[in-house]
């Protein structure tokens, strides 16, 4: 097609498209490619671009980056690229003219068109594909909003999925804001309510919700397509300008609330699968250098992450682009702080092996931008643990260990009781030889991977026939106890049962020394119907049931009160192990004092902590027994006397007490009830 732009040289930085005074300049790393193809759309339906602008290697080439500047066009210009090249899939090239490709530094998307079938297939996919958008990041007034750099040692996080914390018709909103950014704002004053610091969003960079199994979608959105992008789903707009600005809003919205942003980002893989799935971008860009590829057989990818390829991270034009991603979203869009999926990966090499120093690690660590930003790892992929090794000084970490062996004790299993010591006080035997802040251990006991709380104690087996897989998929392992029948139930002493086990579950959360993390709905009991994998159900099985916050008041106004509890209480916002000297006095008991039993058949734990400087005490006793057990209580100094701010055996709302509330108890010993947590404090 003849062009009637002018096509200028352009310049080699910054990457991407940048909005400049005259025009836009587009940038585009690629190392073996012979041609590229910017290409300029006037609609995002178009079944060809309005203007092919050819980039000719000797004016538009510097290094391995090709470049041009477009005069006259600016936001909300539609583009994409054709990159040539070989075809070499045994040396691990893959370019393929033919398809329409997203710029890697897109800011905004568009994909009403798209079909992932078409760009996995042979031929022009221009009608079907993704198409960039230009944005202005500058074009936003932020009213003075900065981040607001809560400390971990004062944070509860609160996983949640955007779209699905409004989309169910009880939200009460208007169609067009259901499963949105705006949607979301609008239900701040419940997160308020609640007294979360911080809200950790599911990934929100640009989703393909085509990359499932057929019959399925990509819910939970561990699929990027973009990953500078907003995804377009939770807009409340078709204009992909507006749509970047709506989700500063919310950003903004938060941040007046004291309410944090992380953002679960995916860095491990993209949507563009195996040798088998489409091209989409980075495998037709330069896919040598997006993906770790098998050494003797790079037609194929490397799977650590089981998607089907694995990101090359240490690759250095992919820890630019990644690092580069990460200040974007701080930057331009004012994030607080990033939990890393599977951050195993990024301390693989080239050939999938670990790094003792991985680079990009280092950056990020180190990058001056995201000195203020909360950064937290999950710390495994699927052929490594890294858990309590993770590199660096400042990262915090999912602690997946704590989740499981809290939920082991809690269950009744036996060779419990040493490992649920550790885990109590912030995993030292874990973390502790890394000399980092004991809060950086995020504690959780369930997170949008596995069971929900009441579905934790509501079922012994997975239930995951609904994702049409055979039941084959999600954990087989996971420690839970349906209390004595499977499912829902009309018996009142297995619900009774069930309630208290979820109390047990959320004090020791909030009890523990590290960061808390709360699923979105385990406050109002929310079931999943025994999915463990719910990746691929957009519908009232993931979906934030607002009917339940009158039906389910017990549990809404126990949380709420736990969550005030350890943000109010000295004790957990020590920034030091309660174990080591010098700070919290920490002592362990059994049911006797001084006498803890840490033989394997011991269900009975109790720990004191005493604070020199306030002269305050805290005591603890868990009976994860089948029996009441009486408990000694240490005796406290002239004129002080314990007060029961938690026993999860009591009716509300003495079951976690407000102050005023809060009954004393003079009594030299506790009987606590069957499986139930009972905390003293003096002073309160």
């Avoid at 030292?428 to 890394?434: D, N, T, W, Y």
């Amino acid at each position: 097609m003849t062009s009637s732009i002018r096509l200028e040289r352009g310049q080699s930085f910054p990457i991407g498209a940048t909005v400049e005074k005259e025009g836009v300049n587009f940038c585009l790393f690629s190392k073996n490619a012979s041609m590229v193809e910017l290409l300029l759309f006037d609609s995002e339906d178009h079944s060809q671009p309005s203007h092919v602008l050819q980039l000719h290697p000797d004016r538009h080439r510097t290094f391995y980056y090709w470049h041009a500047f477009v005069p006259g066009i600016g936001p909300g210009q539609l583009y994409g690229y054709r990159v040539h090249g070989d075809f070499d899939p045994p040396a691990g090239l893959r370019f393929d003219g033919e398809k329409v490709l997203i710029d890697p530094y897109a800011r905004a998307v568009v994909t009403d068109t798209y079909e992932r079938a078409a760009a996995a297939m042979p031929g022009d996919n221009c009608t079907k594909a993704v198409k960039s958008v230009v944005i202005d990041p500058s074009d936003y007034d932020w009213e003075g909003d900065r981040p607001l750099n809560h400390p971990f040692t004062h944070s509860v996080i609160y996983e949640l999925h955007v779209g699905g914390f409004t989309k169910d018709p009880s939200s009460g909103l208007p169609d067009r804001l259901k499963g949105t950014y705006r949607g979301l704002i609008e239900k701040i004053p419940y997160l308020q309510s609640l007294g979360v610091t911080a809200v950790e969003l599911m990934p929100v960079q640009q989703i393909d919700v085509h990359d499932a199994p057929p019959g399925n979608i990509n819910y939970w959105g561990y699929s990027q397509l973009a990953f500078f992008a907003p995804h377009n789903a939770y807009g409340a707009t078709d204009d992909p300008v507006e749509l970047v600005n709506e989700f500063r809003d919310m950003v903004k919205a938060l941040h007046r609330a004291g309410i944090e942003i992380i953002l679960d980002v995916v860095f491990n893989h993209t949507a563009e699968g195996n040798e088998r799935g489409p091209t989409l971008a980075l495998k037709g860009i330069e896919n040598r250098a997006y993906y770790i590829l098998p050494e003797h057989h790079k037609e194929y990818y490397s799977d650590f992450t089981g998607t089907g390829n694995t990101l090359n991270a240490n690759h250095s034009v992919v820890r630019r682009m990644i690092t580069d991603c990460l200040c974007h979203w701080v930057s331009e869009m004012h994030i607080d702080g990033f939990r890393f999926d599977l951050a195993s990966v990024l301390a693989r090499d080239e050939r999938g092996h670990y790094l003792e120093n991985p680079p990009l690690l280092w950056e990020i660590e180190s990058e001056p931008k995201l000195a203020s930003t909360k950064i937290i790892a999950e710390a495994w992929d699927t052929r490594g643990y890294q858990l309590g090794s993770f590199i660096g000084d400042k990262w915090a970490e999912w602690n997946g260990k704590f989740r499981d062996d809290v939920r082991a004790f809690v269950k009744g299993d036996r060779h419990t009781i040493g490992i649920m010591a550790d885990r109590l006080v912030a995993s030292p035997a874990l973390f502790g030889s890394i000399l980092r802040n004991p809060n950086r251990s995020i504690n959780f006991i369930t997170c949008h991977d596995g069971f929900t709380l009441l579905d934790l104690v509501s079922y012994n087996h997975k239930h995951n026939e609904a994702n049409n897989e055979g039941n084959r998929d999600g954990h087989n392992d996971n420690h839970s106890w349906n209390c004595g029948t499977e499912g829902p139930t009309n018996d009142p002493a297995i619900n009774s049962l069930r309630m208290r086990q979820i109390k047990n579950f959320l004090s020791i959360l909030m009890i523990s020394q590290g960061t808390p993390m709360l699923l979105m709905g385990d406050e109002i009991r929310r079931t999943q119907h025994g999915n463990n994998n719910s990746y691929c159900q957009d519908n009232a099985m993931n979906w934030f049931d607002w009917s339940a916050l009158d039906k389910e008041v017990e549990t809404l106004e126990f949380t709420r009160r736990l969550i005030q509890f350890n943000l109010s209480t000295a004790f957990f916002q020590e920034e030091k192990y309660w174990s080591l000297p010098g700070g919290i006095v920490l002592g362990w008991h059994g049911t006797s004092l001084n006498q803890p039993d840490w033989g394997e058949h011991s269900h009975c734990l109790a720990f004191e902590l005493y604070n020199p400087d306030s002269q305050s005490y805290l005591y603890a006793m868990i009976n994860a027994f089948w029996e009441d057990k009486d408990f000694e209580l240490p005796r406290l100094p002239q004129g002080q006397v314990w007060k029961r701010v938690i026993d999860t055996a009591a009716p509300p709302p003495l079951d976690c007490a407000r102050p005023e509330e809060a009954p004393e108890i003079s009594a030299p010993s506790y009987k606590l009830k069957q499986r139930s947590v009972v905390v003293l404090m003096t002073p309160y």
